[in-house]
């Protein structure tokens, strides 16, 4: 089993910066592509951001130039810096990696 806990949610002014992080423990051997997801309310889930265990990395168009997504393996981390946020940016970012899904963390900016 795998539990992967977000952190780094908030609210922020349109413009503004955040960053989000995504500790993975338990069976993290399976682990190689990690993902961040995000859903608006109303809206489904979508893709925003992946980071395979080499480092290739792969991010949506809709955030590409302002989303970043980085790994520490030594930690079993993945991060994800967003900067200039807009309000269309507000929703519950979740981590994920094969099947296993975090609890999600709330991001609201503000204008």
């Known amino acids: 089993q795998v539990q992967l806990v977000e952190s780094g949610g908030g609210l922020v002014l349109a413009g503004g910066s955040l960053r989000l992080s995504c500790a993975a423990s338990g069976r993290i051997f399976r682990l190689n592509v990690m993902a961040w997801y995000r859903q608006a309310p109303g809206k489904q889930r979508e893709f925003v951001a992946s980071?395979?265990?080499?480092?290739?990395?792969v991010v949506a168009d809709s955030v590409k130039g302002r989303f970043t997504i980085s790994r520490d393996n030594a930690k079993n981390t993945v991060y994800l810096e967003m900067s200039s946020l807009k309000p269309e940016d507000t929703a519950v970012y979740y981590c994920?990696?094969?099947?296993?899904w975090g609890k999600g963390t709330q991001v609201t900016v503000s204008s």
């Open positions: 980071a395979s265990n080499s480092g290739s990395t």
């Open positions: 994920n990696s094969i099947h296993f």
